[in-house]
């Protein structure tokens, strides 16, 4: 069983900054690309980024590129996404992820957290 806990949500306004983490329990974490979706009121839930068991590759959604840096620390079992250049449209329910496997996707997620608020006010 695969456990998923986000926190570093909150309110910020347009322009500003936010970092998100997850840690991750119950499994090899390093043996796992992680991902971070989201979902904002009446939308379908989006990809965000995701990373792969090293760190080494990466890939973001192109409403993100550029502003928001997907890392992990496998030694402390945790990924986070740093966001800046936060716009309103980034407001949404930010939820992390993990896959089995090695391809660096936005599909095909097995785990899911519970999620975590980011409003940006403009």
């Known amino acids: 069983q695969v456990q998923l806990a986000e926190s570093g949500g909150g309110l910020v306004q347009a322009g500003g900054s936010l970092r998100l983490s997850c840690t991750a329990s119950g499994h090899t974490f390093s043996r796992h690309v992680m991902g971070w979706f989201r979902q904002a009121p009446g939308k379908q839930r989006e990809f965000v980024a995701a990373?792969?068991?090293?760190?080494?590759?990466?890939s973001y959604a192109d409403s993100v590129k550029g502003r928001f840096t997907i890392s992990r620390d496998n030694a402390k079992n945790t990924v986070s996404l740093q966001m800046n250049s936060l716009k309103p449209e980034d407001t949404a329910v930010y939820l992390c992820?993990?896959?089995?496997?090695?391809?660096?996707?936005?599909?095909?997620?097995?785990?899911w957290g519970q999620g975590t608020q980011v409003t940006v006010s403009s």
């Open positions: 992820a993990a896959r089995t496997g090695v391809v660096v996707v936005s599909t095909g997620y097995d785990y």
């Open positions: 990373i792969s068991w090293s760190g080494g590759r990466t």
